[in-house]
């Protein structure tokens, strides 16, 4: 199995999340990472979906979320084909840390201080997935991590394919 990103175009309607999703599960497949936000068009919602899938499984699945009647375009693609970026929020303890040692580890991980309390600060890192995860372990390490989050993947095509879809929403 292999990591694939479902992007999807669809109409922004009550319920298609629920459809989209329904697709995953009755193929018993675990979303890694599922981000919804408008397009660059307005009125229509794109859809990032990760997931480790069978490479004849996710054709398959695709096809299944095409027929979908909200959805004007649905495309698979492997991380490495698209331009694909994580932000992440790290809530670290000033106590573990030690003095100065917040600013070092901001400028080591080319992250950003977004707040600071006497007993944690919030760091905040955008990157690509694996280095998310690398600062989170060394956090850990250090037991200084006391909270973290993170969003799923921000994806943009390399290829413009606004205009391709302009002309899918006018022929319906």
């Not at 694909?84 to 991980?109: C, F, H, P």
Request: proline share 1%; with cysteine; charged share 25%.
């Amino acid at each position: 199995m292999k990591e694939y990103i479902l992007v999807i175009f669809t109409e922004n309607q009550v319920g298609v999340l629920n459809r989209i999703t329904a697709c995953y599960l009755r193929r018993k497949i675990n979303i890694e990472s599922l981000k919804v936000s408008e397009s660059s068009i307005r009125g229509i919602s794109m859809f990032v979906v990760s997931a480790f899938i069978a490479e004849d499984i996710v054709d398959k699945l695709a096809g299944q979320i095409a027929k979908i009647v909200e959805v004007i375009d649905v495309a698979c693609y492997t991380p490495d084909e698209l331009i694909t970026q994580e932000i992440a929020l790290y809530k670290v303890s000033t106590k573990a840390l030690g003095d100065g040692r917040v600013d070092m580890l901001s400028r080591q991980w080319n992250a950003r201080l977004i707040e600071l309390s006497p007993s944690f600060v919030v760091i905040e890192k955008t990157g690509a997935h694996e280095e998310i995860n690398q600062m989170r372990s060394a956090l850990e390490e250090q037991k200084a991590l006391l909270d973290f989050t993170r969003s799923g993947s921000v994806v943009l095509h390399r290829e413009s394919i606004e205009e391709n879809l302009r002309c899918k929403i006018e022929n319906g």
